[in-house]
């Protein structure tokens, strides 16, 4: 059975191609495993490469007696994965239909690379993974060692094979229609949001050539900082034929979630909102949603992070002064989510001032719910919705809705080796 390598020779610093040619079909080669590799030349291209790989196993099976699930092998970004995810899984979930298990080895060459960076943390002190780096040649470097685990858990057979969790997100015009634009109807694996991150990755993309690496996403959020988003906000349970699924706050002075009843109501305007699957992190350090991986969400549901600067004491409404005051209190939240997940514990005492006390009202509120529906006030900022990194602007009076999609049956659907 051959593999297909998709190399995305453009993502992160550029290191796929040498990453394939020098360490991968070495290995792939050593456990007899044929392969075909393929870099893609534009955007959308690694869409298409799977796509018709898949419907060329589709075509084979069906002439022969079922094999084992095709296998892709991706040295990118969680962009390319994305790509991959949209072109294979998006109109089978608009259709409600299954598809086929397809098995995906991932080699993090890219920018923030945040699911791969979930599936395998790094380890604090740089080094290799012990157990795993053993069955490499001799001399390869930590570095390198560091991006072949999920290949190591294929070939070896010797990791798990994780799900993976998607969320749909519908963007509508005013009329309630999907919106006549590109993404309005998109597959997220990693992260969706509206408010800050969507502005950080929509200027970062502007800044790719300028400033290399995850750099760029500070330098973003430096330009964006005092930005607010005007949005009504409903954070909804799942709908009555999913698996039961309350929506859920974190208490932070409990560490844990507690359940609310039916729907959830957040008025703006927002500093930032973001929803993830799959991950604890959006870049290596960068862990936003912690909870995911040390209590991890029932399944159909998503974690959600937001802040909103009406909840801070000192709040005296939205003029560019209480946006530039505000920028103090959304910084140290920031930075906290480079702390382990220190941000949760950050909390404003009677006069606004932040602290780091549990037993104090939560900066940013953290939720679970299975969907999301965001709709900006007319005329606000708060218009860009981020699918993973591929922004969709919502038309002027429309909205956008975000829902965990129900798992594919009978273990079809995206499965990652870990
Ligand atoms: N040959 C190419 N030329 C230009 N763009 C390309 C090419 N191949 C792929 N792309 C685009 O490159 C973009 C970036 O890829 P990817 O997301 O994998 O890397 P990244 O953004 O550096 O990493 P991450 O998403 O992990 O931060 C993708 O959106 C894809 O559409």
Redesign the pocket.
Known sequence: MSVLIIQ?????EGTAVDLIKNSVIPLLDSHSISHTIQ????????GSLALSFLQGRCAEDKESAPKDSPVLILA?????L??VVNAVGLSAVENSEQIQRVVIVILP??????LYSTLFPPSPDGGPYPKLSAKLPAGTDAQTAYKLQSLLSYLDNAGRRRPLVLTHTRVLDKNGDLAPVSGSSILSAVVTSTSLHASILDTAEELRAEVPGVARFSVAAERNIHMWYGSHVQLLPSDSDFDSAPVQRYDPSANKFVELEGMTELEGPYSYFLSTVNVDRLEPTFVITPLAATDPPSPGVMEVILVRPTRDPSFEGDTPEGRKKFVEKIVPVLRGAFQNGAHLGIGYDSEGNIKEDPALQPVAEYYRCAKWIWEPTPGSAGVLVCA??TLVKIPGGGRAICSVVKSFEEGGGFHIWA
């Open positions: 995305n020779p453009v993502s992160g870099s893609t030349t534009e955007p959308g291209h690694a990118g970004g969680d962009g390319t994305h790509e060459c890219g920018t923030a690379n945040a993973d990194g």
